[in-house]
């Protein structure tokens, strides 16, 4: 879990979470910023597990410490969930729903806003997209809310009914954002794969396709997470016809058992997961998949769990993201009968040491290799099946090809070879380099 982010500005904004919570924390200062508010910490919560949560009201004593005449208007899904826990911590201003945080209106005015759930969020989406502080990939939110209601998870009730952007507003801003110089935009929501359905004439597919086409200059367009059962036929074609999508893909996988799955009230079945992955490698040879996998579900059995573990290579992933199950007050899984905390501690444990083989499988294939990186902030970039690369002393924003030599764990690295293409200092790149 991320740590919070914080900046030294008029406006600080802490920020935990997914990569929405990222994109929406940058709108909401540059909002409050251009109200001209001053003195002013958003804390943007995020509800996905109890630590979360735990570290998000620590956060808040410690700025309060820190600032002691700063305003504190905590935002955000935990917020959203459970405001009264906010509310009555005396460090706090205010607390913001989810359904206002996005409004300039919400930051101009001192006054609470009305209250208002996010459970009647209608209407398309509109977060303004602007590169995040110091990101050299640029994070497009197109899509919030979710229709499902798997039995382990808060979001729905956090982000309300799944809604998306008008396809002409994000094309409009990924024309901003490559002006302004980013090479790379990550297309970002809770459910990615049921962009457009309450839009009615796109899927993400056709979207993906749209952004390359209007968008020529665009080096590479990636996907963050996506439901494995929901990826339309215009997806798979664009992962096959298009060079300039990233061949990497993220799937909320959660579990490989199907008993588990049904449990987790998720739609897909092992054998889907497997199909998927199969089919996109023969589309896209060169595709890298991550997954989300959840250790420990309430009654998952030993069998279960080895049927999960084993999905690691019969998907061929690289990179995983473990989740000891932490059960969330109101959701039916938390109710379930639960497996033992030392076991669900070991089984994320046992996850973690299979993801870090498979990430040494993956790099196994990258050594002798060329491979072009975008390079970031800290001595280190991607390539774009999302291989972590060491750019030691390289400026930011510039793609270099770099012969693999190493694997150094959780990174490779190698030599720069000559005939990258530097940072295009331009716009709001001009700084980074
Ligand atoms: S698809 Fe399931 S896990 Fe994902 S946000 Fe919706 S309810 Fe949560």
């Known amino acids: 879990m991320s740590q919070p982010r914080e900046m030294v500005r008029a406006v600080e904004v802490a920020s935990f979470g997914c990569r929405l ?16 508010r001053e003195n002013l910490v958003i804390v943007n919560t995020c509800a996905v597990t109890g630590e979360a949560v735990r570290q998000a009201r620590q ?37 913001l729903g989810n359904a206002h945080k996005s409004d300039a209106a919400a930051w101009a005015s001192l006054q609470p806003a009305p ?13 303004p997209a602007e590169g995040v502080e110091d990101h050299t990939r640029a994070f497009l939110a197109v899509q919030t809310g979710c229709d499902h209601r798997c039995t382990f998870c808060i979001i729905p009730f956090a982000r309300g009914p799944s809604r998306s952007s008008p396809a002409e507003a994000i094309l409009a801003s990924v024309r901003r954002l490559t002006d302004q110089g980013f090479r790379e935009i990550v297309l970002t929501g809770v459910d990615l794969t ?14 993906v396709k749209a ?43 959660q579990a490989g058992d199907d008993m588990i799955l049904k449990r987790m009230k998720r739609r897909h079945l092992r054998a889907d997961a497997v199909r998927l992955c199969a ?10 998949f991550g997954a989300d996998l959840i250790a420990g579900f309430p009654t998952e ?23 000891p199950f932490s059960p969330r007050p109101g959701t039916p899984a938390a109710k379930m009968p639960a497996v033992a905390p030392a076991l669900v501690k070991q089984r994320a444990g046992r996850l973690r040491l299979a993801g870090e083989t498979a990430l040494a499988r993956h790099h196994a294939t990258k050594i002798g290799a060329t491979v072009r990186v975008l390079t970031e ?4 970039g991607r390539a774009a099946d999302f291989t972590l690369v060491k750019t030691e002393g390289a400026a930011p924003a510039q793609m270099l090809d770099i012969r693999i030599a190493r694997d150094d764990g959780k990174s490779v690295s190698g030599a720069v070879l000559p005939g990258g293409r530097p940072a295009r200092a331009e716009g709001a790149f001009a700084a980074l380099v």
């Open 59 to 95: 956060t808040i004593r410690r700025i309060r410490r820190e600032r002691p005449s700063a305003e504190i208007v905590v935002t955000g899904c935990a917020a959203e969930i459970d405001p009264w826990q906010f509310s009555q911590m005396p460090e706090v201003s205010r607390v």
């Open 279 to 288: 089919d996109l490698k023969r589309l896209r040879p060169d595709i890298v």
């Open 194 to 207: 049921s962009y457009g359905q309450d839009l009615g004439d796109i899927r993400l597919g056709g979207l």
């Open 301 to 323: 059995t030993d069998a279960m769990f080895e049927n999960t573990a084993r999905l690691i290579e019969d998907c061929g992933l690289a990179y995983l993201h473990v989740f």
């Open 377 to 380: 902030r800290g001595g280190f």
């Open 115 to 127: 209250p208002q759930s996010i459970m009647d969020a209608a209407g398309p989406l509109h977060i």
């Open 211 to 253: 952004i390359l086409k209007a968008a020529p200059d665009l080096e590479r367009l990636r996907l963050s997470s996506i439901d494995c059962i929901e990826a339309d036929a215009d997806l798979f074609a664009a992962f096959a016809e298009e060079p300039r999508l990233a061949p990497h893909l993220h799937l909320s996988l």
């Open 21 to 36: 919570n990222l994109v929406e924390s940058e709108a909401m200062r540059r909002a409050a910023e251009c109200a001209g």
